[in-house]
């Protein structure tokens, strides 16, 4: 059933794949965000423990929407994997190392003898929740603006900026793009810790994590708004009639112009992540997670959505367009594209018992009293 | 091809993926073997009701825990290496070899970490049931992931059901069942996963036996013995099995792996097996020295263990570099010469479609097919390339066999006395029984630097050398980039090890 689709619509099918699960990824950055949150809205022990613990029980899940991500990319667009990856070498190295040790830092944290310390794990997850989400944000952001690099005859990269991917994170646009995922992923962090924990064991910080829902925020609003702009009024890179690589001008507004649905699910997703904060801090609601989970989502697959298709490239080369990465031309095999589809076609199940756990182990709030025993 | 290849920065970058590959299998193997060993704890507990079990199942996990965090930190490295080092293999291979990579996390890393959460968080949280299913889960996800990682291994030992596109210059897949039921994938995740039981057996063994030394937890010692002897006599049953499964494979598939970790330099029919020796470091495949300086060999074994006939000629690493036309054996130095006709003639072939001139593609295409089978020897300087190091073999193959048949004695003598009723008193065994962890370690370690380094110089068997595999950088960056995984990983490694041996000297919760 699946072999019979054409090679294009395979490779189209799994670019939303590949963006459903940087979108979802992106949702689940609220535990990076939440550890963040660890050092400016807890103030006391109790409710550091409260946090750390609220988040420890979800951090695998984003740690392995990542690797999946990554290892999706890898099966399904391999060219970009390789390029990306090898080309950029130190971005996605320092991104490396921010996940490494975001994922001793819980387990280890509060343990005896853990050799450096509670704060130096502390510190670890605040490097994971700023420097790495700065760094993912500055390589996607490089989807758009382009990076440094040449393919030859036989598609391997040959890097020709020094930096080696660094340089992305002097680009406006790029930086721009990680700072609102850390200010989006803050603000994700404390509507997830709204929802799930019970603030009768630390009442003050239920007030201090409403505030930072909004403050955070309105910081986001101004990155995101420098985003908007200049998509709108950038060019970008896109594969003409001839099938040649051309810098084009207005290209992501052309894009969204030509894909109505992307401006809906923009709409949506910015409408739902306001919604979510407005409820927080006005109505007292704790459900604001799903809200702002949902824009995060939608927003994210827009950001997906305008490279990968409408003739864009999803990963252009600034020193030789013509080496620039399209979904069509980075992708697997038809055959390997068909069996990784029916592969996918798991995705639902292990969506539906990640749900039933989700819903089986929050059904009640955490509270300091869940913790005496079993504590990160 | 590639125009200029920097040995320097291939073999920092083998170091610093064998560093990471090997760092991360001290903690894989635990995990692998744990879970189910908590499992059968927990499952006691969930039929008896007692307390004193779920105590004990609670403790192992706690340490589980521990060892899980650190393999799932150093995991996600390996995952991407393969890009930011190898970005030439991740191209030319990624069709094939991205495919389980993705299965892996879809069909296994989720369940893994899922499970995990309600594993240990979830005892006032889920009824009894569904917590035991929970754990039963993070074993089934985590051996699950294993055998996804290791058909990808597999697959770079013998490549299969794929063909080479000249085209888009790389390997694409054809049949992906021929990749998941190749043979070696089997052996290899029978030997592999079964080895793990093993180690995390040993792990078992290793602290109760401390404890019985120091006279504490004497009741959960006894009963952690039984359940990890038992379980570990009959996963050694399997590596026995799977390991001499996985020397058959080798010697159809992978001969000169054989070959050096017998250090058999002179194909024989029938060929001895040298069960212990010192091998001669400075012998050099076609020279007259002898291959060891003193060697126990036991006749016609291995040609037994290779042909499963006791009369079987077994070739030798000078037959595999130079030949061996008597019995029909092309050698490297034969297959070198093939494999640059086909180096170049895929890169006329890629230079007439540029050109347009289809003529000559199509000669020079044909060209390519009739030596693609020697593709990779192209990339060799000279024969001897082709052979890896076979002191470094010799050894690990031996140590690995030595200890898999001292970790089955270590078991059966545990298990014997444990149900003879004086274990506590037999203190020359409990003191041989706590570093037996260690030795798992070794063991394991050995293991795959028979697997990975018998792989040399091949990044894929025959036909994708390392120093075309590697990404182009220069020799510093990678350099550095291995000092700061050192680093890492001996801060990581101390964090570990301190909390571990603190956590186990705090020992289970005591009976309220």
């Known amino acids: 059933m699946i072999g019979a689709l054409d090679l294009t619509t395979l490779q189209e099918i799994w670019w939303v794949i590949i963006a459903a699960l940087g979108a979802v990824f992106l949702f689940l950055n609220f535990v990076q965000g939440g550890q963040t949150l660890l050092f400016d809205v807890a103030k006391t022990e109790d409710e550091k423990t409260l946090i750390v613990n609220s988040l420890g029980r979800k951090w695998e899940l984003s740690f392995t929407t990542l690797v999946v991500f990554g290892g999706s990319i890898f099966a399904a667009f391999p060219k970009l994997y390789s390029t990306s990856f090898g080309g950029a070498y130190w971005v996605w190295t320092a991104i490396l190392f921010t996940f490494i040790i975001q994922a001793v830092s819980y387990e280890y944290r509060k343990k005896a003898n853990n050799f450096i310390g509670q704060k130096g794990y502390e510190i670890f997850l605040l490097i994971n929740g700023t420097v790495g989400v700065l760094l993912i944000g500055a390589a996607v952001g490089t989807f758009f603006t382009g990076s440094n690099f040449e393919l030859n005859d036989y598609n391997f990269v040959t890097w020709t900026h020094p930096l080696r991917g660094l340089e992305a994170a002097f680009n406006y646009f790029n930086v721009s793009l990680g700072l609102f995922l850390i200010f989006n992923a803050r603000v994700l962090g404390a509507l997830y810790l709204l929802n799930n924990l019970d603030f009768n064991s630390a009442p003050l910080l239920e007030g201090r994590l409403r505030k930072s829902v909004l403050i955070n925020f309105v910081i986001e609003l101004v990155f995101l708004l420098i985003i908007l702009v200049s998509l709108l009024l950038m060019s970008g890179y896109g594969v003409t009639e001839n099938g040649q690589v051309e810098l084009m001008s207005y290209k992501f507004a052309a894009n969204l112009w030509a894909n109505p649905l992307d401006i809906i699910l923009l709409l949506m997703g910015l409408g739902f992540v306001i919604w979510g904060v407005y409820i927080t801090k006005y109505k007292a609601a704790n459900n604001g997670i799903w809200y702002g989970g949902t824009g995060t989502f939608l927003i994210g697959l827009v950001v997906f959505f305008l490279v990968g298709y409408n003739g864009s490239c999803i990963y252009p080369s600034l020193t030789h367009p013509q080496s620039s990465l399209t979904i069509y031309n980075a992708s697997s095999t038809h055959y390997t594209l068909t069996v990784m589809t029916y592969v996918a076609l798991l995705m639902p199940f292990v969506l539906a018992y990640i749900v039933y756990v989700w819903r089986a182990m929050d059904l009640k709030k955490l509270s300091l009293s869940d913790l005496k025993e079993k504590a990160y | ?512």
């Open chain 2, 1 to 512: 091809m590639v125009e200029a290849i920097d040995l320097g920065m291939v073999n920092w970058a083998r170091a610093l993926f064998a560093l990471t590959a090997m760092y991360h299998w001290i903690f894989v193997p635990l995990t692998l073997g744990l879970s189910w060993i908590i499992a059968f704890y927990e499952t006691i507990y969930y039929r008896t009701g007692d307390e004193s079990w779920s105590r004990l199942t609670k403790f192992w996990m706690k340490l589980f825990g521990i060892n899980f965090a650190i393999g799932v930190a150093t995991g996600i490295i390996l995952e991407f290496e393969f890009g930011t080092n190898w970005s030439n293999y991740s191209w030319m291979v990624g069709d094939i070899f991205g495919a389980p990579l993705a299965i892996e996390g879809i069909a296994a890393f989720f369940l893994e970490s899922t499970f995990f959460a309600v594993m240990f968080f979830g005892w006032d949280r889920v009824s009894k049931k569904f917590h035991l299913v929970s754990t039963y889960m993070v074993a089934i996800g985590s051996n699950l992931s294993a055998l996804w990682i290791l058909v990808a291994n597999a697959w770079m030992q013998h490549p299969v059901g794929m063909e080479f596109n000249p085209d888009t210059a790389r390997f694409e897949m054809v049949d992906i069942m021929e990749v998941i039921l190749s043979p070696i994938a089997v052996s290899k995740f029978t030997h592999t996963t079964s080895s793990s039981f093993v180690m995390a057996s040993l792990f078992v063994i290793s602290v109760s036996a401390w404890y019985l030394l120091k006279q504490r937890h004497q009741l959960l010692a006894k009963r952690s013995i039984v359940v990890a002897a038992t379980f570990g006599i009959i996963a050694s049953l399997f590596v026995g099995v799977s390991g001499d499964e996985a020397a058959y494979e080798d010697a159809q598939h992978q001969p000169m792996k054989l070959a050096a970790f017998e250090g058999h330099f002179v194909g024989a029919d029938p060929s001895g097996l040298v069960a212990m020796g010192i091998v001669n470091t400075s012998k050099k495949p076609g020279d007259d020295q002898q291959s060891f300086h003193l060697e126990l060999k036991i006749p016609g074994m291995l040609s037994l263990l290779a042909q499963r006939t006791t009369i079987g000629f077994v070739p030798g690493i000078n037959d595999l570099v130079y030949g061996n036309e008597v019995e029909g054996i092309m050698g490297a130095q034969q297959k070198i010469p093939l494999g640059k006709i086909a180096v170049k003639s895929l890169a006329d072939y890629k230079a007439a479609k540029k050109v347009g001139d289809q003529v000559k593609a199509d000669r020079a295409l044909k060209t390519f097919r009739e030596h693609e089978p020697y593709f990779g020897y192209g990339f060799l300087e000279k024969p001897e390339d082709a052979v890896p190091p076979v002191g470094v073999m010799f050894y690990s193959f031996h140590i690995m066999v030595l200890l898999a048949g001292l970790f089955v004695t270590i078991f059966a003598a545990f298990l014997f006395f444990v149900y003879k009723g004086n274990i506590e008193k037999m203190k020359w065994l409990l003191l041989i029984g706590v570093p037996m962890f260690f030795l798992g370690i070794a063991a394991q370690e050995a293991g795959w630097v028979v697997a990975e380094v018998g792989r040399q110089p091949w990044a894929i068997q025959d036909m994708l050398p390392v120093s075309i595999a590697r990404t182009n950088l220069d020799t510093g960056t990678v350099a550095a980039t291995f000092f700061m995984f050192v680093a890492l990983f001996t801060v990581l490694l101390i964090a570990e090890v301190k909390i571990m041996l603190t956590q186990i000297k705090k020992g289970p919760e005591e009976e309220k």
